[in-house]
């Protein structure tokens, strides 16, 4: 076993969720060797072409991955692996935070094929990029977004890739509904958590409103602005929101999952052109955050 390849324990928590017929109907082959290629890929960056031997052909581990990033096997093998979590206890619901965080995207994710997909710059216009491309200009340059919501014990619980120059605030509704967690027994999935914590860039009526509709406490101090224009009002500005400063403290582990997802070269740097495969890249990096812990 290499350094970073999938310890026992963890393939035996994996290999249950892995499709078994491959195209066309045939057997999928070393899914072991080939899963342990796609992680070498996530935690180093390197380029597919560069794997080493050992994972067998490279063109096989980059097809597999991109497959499963397509028809989401890799969103079904995380749901799962979360419901083995929630079943065995090791879930921690009592607060879920919701962040984000932007990734630089490499010149090979940024480039556009030639021809139509392609508009070359003019008098100054910059070239365009597909509207599905999760791409967009930021501070950074050329980036992408990564939007995710963590239980407490410092593992992704929903993800959301957009381009770069997205609002926090936009998107918040998006993240929390893709918090479904399917239970082994059967039944609804877990979609409520018991508390949500988020920071100044998710406080908004908007947002106060949907989390009140859903009844779900929140701990989202108040900007100084809407504060202003709430006493300016006076009694039509309504209430100050409540704010729990000790709920509020424990914002820093979503920082922390971050920091966890982002140890992850390929996470760290958007290397892929697809906005679907970087979606997998993330996610897998997620599976193995649940996998560790």
């Known amino acids: 076993m290499g350094r970073g390849d999938l310890s026992e324990a963890e393939w035996a928590r994996l290999e249950p969720y892995l ?14 060797k080939v899963v342990n290629g796609i992680y070498f890929r996530e935690r180093t960056g390197v380029p597919w ?14 097809d597999r991955h991109r497959r499963w990033s397509a028809d989401g096997t890799w969103d079904r093998i995380l749901s799962a692996v979360q419901a083995d979590g929630d079943a065995e206890e090791r879930l921690d619901w009592s607060q879920t935070g919701v962040d984000s965080t932007s990734c630089r995207a490499h010149q090979h994710a940024a480039g556009a094929r030639k021809g139509r997909a392609r508009q070359r710059s003019k008098k100054g216009v910059p070239a365009q990029h597909r509207e599905d491309g999760g791409l967009g200009r930021s501070r950074g340059g050329l980036t992408s977004k990564i939007h995710l919501a963590c239980e407490g014990g410092l593992r992704p619980l929903a993800l959301l890739v ?8 936009t998107v918040f509704e998006a993240v929390v509904e893709r918090i479904r967690v399917p239970r082994q027994g059967g039944g609804h999935p877990r979609t409520r958590p018991y508390a949500i914590s988020a920071d100044k860039a998710y406080s908004s009526r908007r947002i106060r409103s949907y989390l009140r ?3 779900i406490p929140h701990a989202i101090p108040e900007k100084k602005d809407q504060a202003r224009h709430r006493l300016a009002r006076g009694s ?3 209430r100050p929101p409540g704010f729990d400063r000790a709920a509020y403290k424990r914002r820093n582990e979503v920082e922390r999952t971050i920091n966890a997802l982002k140890a992850f070269r390929a996470v760290a740097t958007r290397f892929d052109k697809r906005a679907y495969v970087f979606h997998g ?3 897998v990096a997620a599976i193995r955050l649940w996998l560790w812990r």
């Open 49 to 62: 072409r560069d794997l080493p031997a050992r994972f067998g052909k490279w063109k096989t581990v980059h």
């Open 19 to 32: 499709p078994t017929n491959g195209k066309r109907g045939g057997q999928w082959k070393s899914h072991r």
């Open 236 to 238: 039509a500005g309504g």
């Open 213 to 215: 509709r859903r009844q």
């Open 281 to 283: 890249t993330v996610t």
């Open 162 to 169: 957009t381009p770069g120059q997205t609002h926090d605030g």
